[in-house]
């Protein structure tokens, strides 16, 4: 393909693209394919001769689209958002073109830079306290990760480095191995799976702390879990607080989380995956306070603020926690401006090595929507919510599970779990919308997450409409 053909493919695409996106609300949301599908329907090896494009793309309609779950239906309410926007998809054409693998400040200084920039606007907007934002020569600041799972991992080795850095100044002769068999990591029971996940692969023990009746961190338990491990001559280091917990967005307190933690001298990792996009409008920053207390923070603009997956932003109060965690330095690697003070090596913030051009995703679409475009987006999404929330109080079917506080309703048939079960069968065999469930404690529920672009209240409508019909002939069933 050269640049000529590159040009008319190039808008063939950006057509291709913009139809699939006019017309998804017309494609079943759910697939109806079984598992290994696909398989028989493409050559077992690749083809020896190029293929055309005409034949791609028609394989395209006729061997992937039937495959995909469309994650950007008005019809699809499962899980969280991951968003999508035209201006992060243009942004990423670009990032593709550059290909620059921006692992130091020398192998692309735009790309190190202009991230470093996006964080801190991204920071600003969020009111973030200045120990956390890069400018003015801060002790801390911003980077992009793959994802919240992959930063609390991050967050997880940097504190267990520190924690050890600690306890061999304290006490001399110290070894790393007995010091890593000692170290213990909390958060609530309500955390997301990520966190033991981070603990298994940092070789920590893990605690699960109950939560109350709101399904929040209960601070007291905390507190009594921490005592108990060191009198066992356990050493606690780590704590995650979730700020919108994935089973019924539920929030940690901070601010009795945090002064426990700082007494205590835990790392302080905030969990705010889904939620953290909110917080750019004042009326939900409240949701935030406390963030003082944290060494780390974290959230996904890539769910909720219009920018494509992935880009999982974090934030530290001390950039060198992470530095002197992950810092190897091969003559390779190294250039001549590395030790000025004046510049940032992404490299030793992260796990891998090689990193994109993913901030020109969020410089194009903070440019091209301000903040005030976004902070629309998210109230939008909550009115959502809340409309649905006031349907499902009407009906005395049915109960709501958990407070509705931003996008996410928890809800279920008043009745049995099986009940819940079989409801939840209908909905997804049907394939009109699509739903996800949890539990809450010991009851089956349905999440309804408010997540599409497009989405508006007449899909909030029309779900709630096939979900009564999908009750009512259960409960016929039932009855008959």
Known sequence: MNSNEFRRRGKEMVDYIANYIEGIESRQVYPDVKPGYLRPMIPSCAPQEPDTYE???????KIIMPGV???HSPHFFAYFPTANSYPAMLADMLCGAIGCVGFSWAASPACTELETVMLDWLGKMLQLPQTFLAENQSTGG??????????????????????????KAAQPGHTEAPTMEKLVAYTS?????????AALVGGVKFRAIPSDEKFTMQPSALLEAIEKDKAAGLVPFFVVATLGTTSCCSFDNLLE????????????????????????????????????FADSFNFNPHKWLLVNFDCSAMWVKKKTD?????????????????????????RHWQLPLGRRFRSLKMWFVFRMYGVSGLQAYIRKHVQLAREFQALVNQDPHFEICAQVTLGLVCFRLKGSNTLNEQLLDRITNARVIHLVPCWLRDKFVLRLAIGSRTVDSVHVQQAWGHIQAQATALLAEQQA
């Open 55 to 61: 034949d791609i793309m028609n394989d395209v309609e």
């Open 69 to 71: 779950t469309h994650w």
């Open 142 to 167: 911003g980077v992009i990760q793959g994802s919240a799972s992959e930063t609390t991992l991050v967050a997880l080795l940097a504190a267990r480095s520190r924690a050890i850095r600690q306890l």
């Open 189 to 197: 029971d309500q955390a997301h799976s990520s966190v033991e996940k």
């Open 257 to 292: 989380v945090g002064p426990i933690c700082n007494r205590e001298n835990l790392w302080l990792h905030i969990d705010a995956a889904y939620a953290g996009s909110a917080f750019i409008c004042p009326e939900f920053r409240y949701l935030l306070n406390g963030v003082e």
């Open 322 to 346: 992470l530095i002197e965690a992950f810092r190897l330095d091969p003559l390779y690697l190294q250039h001549s401006h590395q030790n000025s003070g004046l510049i940032t090596d992404y």
